[in-house]
């Protein structure tokens, strides 16, 4: 009996140094507090977010796990070496014992938190109750989160927004619309594809613009605008290929955008989560003006009413 209580406490105590490391192994740990983010600008919603995830890490596998071996080790030594003292044995199982609780508790209130961190970070209940999958803002980037320049900067010059074109329902060529776009700082990938031919047909692709309408430009050019610090790069236009529709590519209505960190941050933090709203995209935002932003494999589907 004597030696299976001294076996049981070593399994418990190499039970618990082992938990601890393989928590550390899968990456739980946090490397630091501070998201990148909020080291050269002031915090995004999403970087509080995952702020708050980081603390709750730190708390428990940092100090909530390495305390419960320090007790689990105290309570070993104190029961091995009471030599049949009732009261040491008492206080080493008192010292184990209070130990598992707390570690227990402590997990409870990492699930609950975990929880409704996620939740509201991600806009609706995530089973994934131990992440937090809002986007952050890149270090040193700018942000549409403000926050002003790094130590020691001078601020670039500021420009004056560049007004979108008259009308709504009327169509641009080609031409003029990469004039407008280029004017707002606004840049198309590639050159227009021949007519009457699909860009899977190109070799290396094409993007065209041709009857593109104008409430498609003053839609973009408007964000751009709300956005100034967001790289703002097109790559799908009115080619033909795409899926036709009444608000589509080849309606005018629609315009595929590069993803980059800021912009992404930008739309995830501003515009309102609308979950998904075709198959293809992973997940949809709607703007104040009505713009359906989708997030596809490799770009946004952005459809302007």
């Not at 009327?170 to 840049?187: D, K, V």
Request: hydrophobic letters at 35%; charged letters at 10%; glycine letters at 12%.
């Amino acid at each position: 009996m004597k030696y299976a209580t001294r076996y049981t406490l070593y399994a418990l105590t190499a039970l618990s140094i082992v938990s601890a490391f393989s928590a550390s192994a899968h990456g739980r740990f946090p490397t630091q507090l501070v998201p990148e983010g909020c080291n050269v600008s002031a915090c995004a919603l999403c970087e509080l977010w995952h702020l708050a995830d980081h603390i709750i890490n730190f708390l428990l596998f940092e100090l909530a796990f390495p305390i419960l071996v320090v007790a689990l080790l105290i309570g070993g030594l104190i029961w091995l070496t009471s030599a049949g003292n009732p009261q040491g044995i008492e206080r080493g199982k008192k010292l184990i014992v209070n130990g598992i609780i707390g570690i227990l508790i402590a997990f409870g209130a990492w699930i609950i938190v975990g929880t409704i961190i996620s939740t509201i970070a991600n806009g609706s209940f995530s089973g994934a109750w131990n992440s937090v999958t809002c986007t952050l803002s890149q270090a040193g980037a700018g942000g549409s989160s403000g926050g002003g320049q790094p130590p020691g900067t001078t601020p670039p010059p500021t420009t004056p927004p560049v007004p979108p074109p008259p009308g709504g329902g009327a169509t641009e060529s080609e031409t003029q619309a990469r004039q407008t776009l280029s004017n707002a700082g606004i840049t198309v990938n590639k050159n227009p594809c021949p007519p009457g031919v699909k860009y899977q047909d190109v070799v290396g692709g094409c993007t065209s613009l041709e009857g593109v309408k104008q409430s498609t430009l003053n839609g973009i050019i408007n964000f751009k605008n709300e956005c100034p610090s967001c790289t703002v790069l097109i790559t799908g236009g009115t080619e033909l290929g795409h899926t036709p529709g009444v608000i589509s590519h080849q309606s005018g209505n629609k315009l595929d955008i590069n993803p980059n960190t800021q912009l992404d941050s930008y739309v995830q933090n501003k515009y309102q989560p609308i979950g998904q709203c075709f198959p293809a995209a992973s997940a949809c935002f709607r703007s104040p003006t009505g713009q359906i932003w989708a997030r596809e494999s490799n770009h946004w589907d952005v459809a302007f009413p």
